[in-house]
């Protein structure tokens, strides 16, 4: 039987492999050179360091990550090693659009404006970004997107450049991978300069990679006024972060916008069948079983009082308030880790379905194209 080292929080895995390997749980931070040095295999989050130094000497020939991004894979290393490596792009697409749909909806009820007179500049337009572009198109908000490898590929047609984006957009949402040098360089990609094209009452949203933004040029900015706030679920130097930065935040969380019931069952789904295949496992075709429903999947809206931005930010905010991870995280912000590892249950919009009544049928076309299961007028 094979060995594997899986990191032990990636939900939905315990049990599954058993019966064909042996497979040990570690936490992601204290997988290391000794610990997997007779692994045949990992299958990791973003915490494991995949690095040169852990994997050399070792036996692995195959390391799954049940995450989009893998910089903490050297993937040159590994290629170089024949060591097999594989992410799941796209797996957590459908919980960070709920993540912005419900940023979106929280500062727009604060601040009580009207989001169709406002436009979302999207920076990357991958799994995620097209995801989010979908949603804001749906609640009728005016989209740029910006994503200079498929311009480059597709034409340039329906992008645009990064400077228009920025000077005209009053949320600004980063969606690309950390990218440290090459064609496409994304680290520091929000930097002072950036900010200073800004609206001054631009809204900075990071739910990618912490960074892809200089934290500390992002504080400079709001405290300067160059922009209006930011909301931030990832951070640079996490678990550590900025505390004067936290504290500036209009939303701040502890890298969870990906972390939807979900999202997770891609991930932890994408990781097993690609370790089934390479191992010629019976489990090619696996997939969680056991998500747990939402407590309350039926959201009842009367909307005889309601416009149509009232309608769909009550059904969004009705499966996820940000606004309480948002607390967890400022009174306990030293927990970073914690709150990410026990992460309440969260389902995306699919796992519900909404009764509207004296609604109108714009509303429910909306609701149906932000991806609510079903929709009932009644």
Known sequence: MINIIADNKIPFLEGILEPYANITYLAGAKTDADTIKNADAL???????????????????????????????????????????????????????????????????????????KTLGIVGVGNVGSKVADFA?????????NDPPRARKEGSQSFVELDELIEKSDFITFHVPLQRDGEDVTYHLGNTALFKQCKKDAIIINSSRGEIINNSDLLEAINKGLIGNAVLDVWENEPEMNLELLDKTIIA??????????????????????????????????????????????????????????????????????????????????????????????????????????????????????????????
């Open 43 to 117: 299958i990791t989050r973003t915490r494991t360091k995949c690095s040169s130094e852990n994997l050399a000497g070792s036996q692995v020939k195959m390391i799954a990550t049940a995450t989009i991004g893998f910089d903490h894979i050297d993937t040159a290393f590994c290629e170089s090693n024949n060591i097999a490596w594989t992410n799941a792009p796209g797996c957590n697409s459908g919980s960070v659009k709920q993540y912005i749909g419900a940023t979106l909806a929280t500062i727009a009820h604060q601040l009580k404006f009207d989001l169709t007179d």
């Open 137 to 145: 198109q749906a609640v009728g908000i005016k989209v740029l997107l």
């Open 253 to 378: 969380t502890p890298h969870i916008a990906g972390y939807s019931a979900d999202g997770k069952a891609n991930g932890t789904a994408n990781s097993v069948q690609a370790i089934s295949k390479h191992f010629d496992l019976p489990l090619k075709n696996w997939y969680p079983d056991s998500i747990p429903a939402p407590a309350q999947a039926c959201i009842n809206i009367d909307a005889s009082e309601l416009n149509l931005q009232e309608v769909w930010i009550k059904a969004v905010l009705h499966t996820y308030s940000i606004q309480e991870d948002d607390t967890r995280f400022r009174t306990h912000p030293e927990t970073f880790e914690h709150l990410r590892g026990s992460y309440p249950i969260r389902r995306e919009f699919h796992a519900y379905k909404v009764s509207l009544k004296n609604g109108t049928q714009e509303m429910a076309t909306c609701l149906n194209k932000i991806g609510f299961k079903a929709v009932h007028l009644i």
